[in-house]
């Protein structure tokens, strides 16, 4: 998860939005290195950062991106929170689109076992409202890590 944020942190502080963030576009070299790939989506953040257009997959779309108002690049950090819950739960977050757009994600047995620190950082990246969604670079601050 940390490659991941770096990298989309790199993104964000170039003013740029992926709008992708799914498992299959981070790959890792024999290096290790997290590279993401598939900007086919990405937009520039201009100075308003509002951006339109629900672009990207859909269930890893932030409540903001499908409720179609404008957003800014806090929509890949829902998208990241989504990859964490999958590692951290063993399962998708959201089972309807109502659950998503409440931030209301799945309980499990598995996520039960997870420390508390954990489900900070989760909630902090499944946070509704993007002016008060964790940013990459805070994230990458954050206890657990």
């Given amino acids: 998860m940390k490659g991941v944020l770096e990298a989309i942190n790199y993104?964000?502080?170039?003013k740029i939005c992926h709008r992708?963030?799914?498992?299959?576009?981070?790959l890792i070299?024999?290096?290790n290195e997290i590279k993401i790939i598939d900007f086919g989506f990405a937009k520039a953040i201009g100075n308003n950062k509002n951006l339109i257009g629900?672009?990207?997959?859909?269930?890893y779309m932030a409540p903001e991106v499908l409720a179609h108002k404008p957003y800014n690049e806090k929509c890949d950090i829902w998208s990241i929170?989504?990859?964490?819950?999958?590692?951290?739960?063993?399962?998708?977050?959201?089972?309807?689109d109502r659950e998503r757009m409440q931030g209301k994600y799945i309980i499990n047995s598995n996520l039960r076992?997870?420390?508390?620190?954990?489900?900070?950082?989760?909630?902090?990246?499944f946070t509704v409202n993007p002016d008060h969604r964790i940013?990459?670079?805070?994230?990458l601050k954050h206890p657990w890590f």
């Fill in 54 to 59: 629900a672009d990207g997959t859909r269930s």
């Fill in 81 to 96: 929170g989504h990859i964490f819950y999958i590692l951290l739960a063993f399962g998708v977050p959201f089972s309807t």
């Fill in 135 to 139: 940013s990459a670079s805070d994230a």
């Fill in 29 to 31: 070299n024999d290096k």
């Fill in 20 to 26: 992708d963030i799914k498992p299959e576009n981070i």
């Fill in 11 to 14: 993104c964000h502080n170039i």
């Fill in 113 to 125: 076992t997870r420390s508390k620190i954990a489900i900070d950082l989760l909630e902090k990246f």
